[in-house]
Each structure stands twice: as structure tokens, then as C-alpha cells.
């Protein structure tokens, strides 16, 4: 592994484990037992850090959002929420610091307001997929179906909050549970015999 690739694989595992706030670089280049100056050579400042590992989240999550087989197939919409729920916990300092995140560096509150934007669009696409594959059941108003996509992402976006600041810390363990409350947002809307179906499968992806 290159040392660029080693910083941002270090610094996740040490963000993941410590607040960013109590990080610094120099902590991160003794994490590796490389001079701080090896390190800013690669990356000047921790905002850098951040924004790459950002960059490299969302390009993992583009590969899961690009299945087609998530607008039409229910095994792979149980796949969907469970692969996002492991990604999302593999960085999830950042959705646990994400305003502190988003203050601190300009730059990422801009690609993060982008990016919002355009998954509340997909959203939208996937939401129509699923009513014309006999998925989901069709919605009553575009209203509705606003409220739905806000509600999709807000769950998405704090499932792990919820678990840190309730119960004291997330865990591996509680990626069942955040899996499980976007299904829910989703569960009304869907048509009985398809819920059921992503359900199981997405309790047999989790348990295993």
C-alpha cells in the first residue's frame, strides 16, 4: 500500500475511533510511524484528509447506487440498504462529526450540499421504478412523495447518530438496526408481498 493510500486508511480508523476535533496530523503520522512532514508532503492540512476520504466514500456509495438491478428486483434492493449500511458505518465518523465537518471546511459543505441534490433526485428515479415494476404501491402526490425522499435521507444521513448519542456508542452490531429503520420509511409505501421479500432477505444478509 502506497503511504497516500496508508494516511487515509489510518486516519479512518483513528477518526472512527476518537473525535476528529481531538486528532491532529502529527497524531495521525505517529499513528504510522512516519515524520509529520512525510505526511504534509501528501496531505497539507486534516480538512484535506477529510475531503479525500469524502471523495472515496462517495465513490464507493456511486458503485452501490449504479446496480440497475436496485430498480426492479427486490433481492437487490435488500442489498442496497444493507451494503449502504455497512459503507456508511465503515466511515461513520463523518456522519457522526458531519456538522462540525461541514463548518470547519467550506469546500466539503459545497460537495456534501452537491451531493445531497443529486441523491434526492436518484431517489426520485428509484422511487418511480419501483411503482411501475408493481413495487411499490403509487403514491398519492408529489407532496407525498417529497416527504418520503426527505424522510429516506434524514433516516439515512442519522441512523448512526441516533446510536451514539441514545445508546452510548454505535457498534457493528447496531448496523441491523439502522438497516432495519430505513426499510420501515420504506415499508408502507411498498406493496405486501414485495416488503416481505426485501425483509427477509435483507435479515438473512445481516445475520449472516
Not at 80 to 105: A, I, M, T
Not at 134 to 146: C, N, R, V
Amino acid at each position: 500500500m502506497k503511504t497516500k493510500e496508508k494516511i487515509l486508511k489510518t486516519a479512518v480508523e483513528i477518526f472512527n475511533e476518537h473525535s476528529v476535533s481531538e486528532i491532529s496530523v502529527n497524531q495521525i503520522a505517529g499513528k504510522m510511524g512516519i515524520s509529520p512532514g512525510n505526511l504534509r508532503y501528501h496531505y497539507k492540512t486534516k480538512e484535506e484528509i477529510i475531503r479525500t476520504i469524502w471523495n472515496t466514500m462517495t465513490s464507493q456509495l456511486d458503485t452501490i447506487w449504479s446496480n440497475p438491478e436496485i430498480h426492479t428486483h427486490e433481492p437487490a434492493i435488500a442489498g442496497l440498504l444493507f451494503n449502504l449500511g455497512n459503507l456508511f458505518y465503515s466511515y461513520r465518523f463523518l456522519y457522526l462529526e458531519l456538522p462540525h465537518l461541514l463548518n470547519k471546511d467550506p469546500d466539503l459543505r459545497e460537495e456534501y450540499r452537491r451531493r445531497t441534490e443529486r441523491i434526492i433526485k436518484l431517489l426520485g428515479v428509484i422511487l418511480d421504478s419501483w411503482a411501475n415494476a408493481g413495487i411499490m404501491k403509487p403514491l398519492k402526490s408529489q407532496k407525498e412523495k417529497d416527504y418520503l425522499i426527505r424522510n429516506l435521507w434524514l433516516a439515512n444521513q442519522l441512523w448512526m447518530y441516533y446510536w451514539d448519542t441514545v445508546h452510548a456508542r454505535v457498534t457493528g452490531e447496531n448496523i441491523k438496526e439502522g438497516t432495519m429503520q430505513i426499510l420501515f420509511v420504506y415499508k408502507p409505501y411498498l406493496n405486501e408481498k414485495s416488503a416481505d421479500e426485501i425483509e427477509f432477505h435483507l435479515n438473512q444478509l445481516c445475520d449472516q
